[in-house]
């Protein structure tokens, strides 16, 4: 197996019920360089429950990684040897820190646990013909991050994301960049906190990984692999469109009940733009794919109207 790296300098980290194929393709064409599936359960992939097919990427995305979850080493590799011709390559979650994921012994709970996590990973390696990377926090309670590389790197790990928090602190706090994780012989990737372009930059200054991987960022302006690529804002109508194009993916792919889902990247196309909040109170109302669109519409179209491509037209402070 040649030497692993990550595709790219900046990613679409992987977010439950955010990261499916439809926000996944919309990241790409904005300028992201590789991705993330949605953390799967080791134990949906085995017992092959349909929404696992969703979930997967299709053969035609390149540099996109499968994550799994779990807490059993068995388990865990037989599922990722199963899917492993979707992947790219495979990524074990150890991370989450959602009580109901950690209550199973998965996610940043492995992070209690070293000796599993590494049983984990050599179980994942040894079925698996594609690389294996993992997600970590600092620790779990405190900062172990020390051990915890040296746990991976003993199993022969392919790369390893970290996130600047320990599972204790969630998302609160500032998350640490200060990590020097180039010490490490393996290829790495920071996230936590990686809000603007200049946070990306500077996170990928001081942590000294070789990549980003953003998450909530992303969220707040889905435009942001646009920013780093081109150095500027995306057009009102280059939004304008790829919402609309993000709409129509959604509903091709889950269906029309799939606009529940949506309204969650409203507050992100309209970050910054005069009237949103109004705009998207209305549209949490919005039942029918026709009418989201035609909102979608009416509202972009009267910023072309009213303001040409001017991207300074904002609402005041942080009502936006």
Known sequence: MAKFSYPGSVGLAPMAGITDKAFRTVCRLWGAQFFFTEMISAESVLLQLTVVERMLPSVDEKDTAVQLYGSEPRKLALAAKKIQHRASWIDLNAACPVKKVVKKNAGAALLRDLNRLGDIVKAMKDACEKPVTVKVRLGFEKNELEKIMETLIFTGVDGVEVHGRTAVQMYSGKAEWNLQLDKWNVPT?????????????????????????????????????????????????????????????????????????LRQFVMGYTHGFANARKFREAFMKLEKFESIERAIQEFFNHFLMNAGENMSVKEDGAKA
Request: proline residues 3%; charged residues 35%; glycine residues 6%.
């Open 189 to 261: 990737a920071i996230s936590g906190d990686l809000f603007t372009v200049e946070d990306i930059k500077k996170a990928l200054e001081i942590s000294k990984s070789k990549a980003a991987i953003v998450a909530r960022g992303v969220l707040r302006k889905p435009w942001i692999f646009f920013e780093i690529q081109h150095g500027s804002e995306p057009s009102f109508e280059e939004i304008r469109d790829m919402f609309l194009f993000h709409t129509r993916m959604l509903r091709e792919q889950e269906g029309e009940k799939s606009f529940y889902k």
